[in-house]
Nanobody, 124 residues
Framework: QVQLHESGGGVVQPGSSLKLSCVIS????????IGWFRQAPGKEREGIAA????????YYETSMKGRFTISRDTAKNTVYLQLDNLKPEDTAVYYC?????????????????WGQGTQVTVSS
């Protein structure tokens, strides 16, 4: 089983940047990809990006390309999500999750293990 812990959220002004971290612990080889998701109040959870464990290749939800960047530091067992030029509509709880070895995508049902989330609020 994989445990995940997010950090790095906060309250920022429009146009600001944040870098979220997702620290992976437990059986750190027991997943195929790490994904980032977000959920705003009253909305469904939506996928942002994922990065594969085997080769670190990034994948993005089409609508999320441009302002968000996923990366990793394998030595630290950490996956990052860089958020640039933040807008009020980016306000949400951001989660990281681990997909099983059987496969992955950018839909929340494809992920088994989840962190507790970190709040990002963009407001002037």
């Amino acid at each position: 089983q994989v445990q995940l812990h997010e950090s790095g959220g906060g309250v920022v002004q429009p146009g600001s940047s944040l870098k979220l971290s997702c620290v992976i612990s437990g059986t750190t080889s027991d997943y195929s990809a790490i994904g980032w998701f977000r959920q705003a109040p009253g909305k469904e959870r939506e996928g942002i990006a994922a990065i594969t464990r085997r080769d670190g290749h990034p994948y993005y939800e089409t609508s999320m390309k441009g302002r968000f960047t996923i990366s990793r530091d394998t030595a630290k067992n950490t996956v990052y999500l860089q958020l640039d030029n933040l807008k009020p509509e980016d306000t949400a709880v951001y989660y990281c999750a681990a997909a099983p070895l059987t496969g992955w995508g950018l839909r929340s049902f494809e992920y088994d293990d989840w962190g507790q989330g970190t709040q990002v609020t963009v407001s002037s």
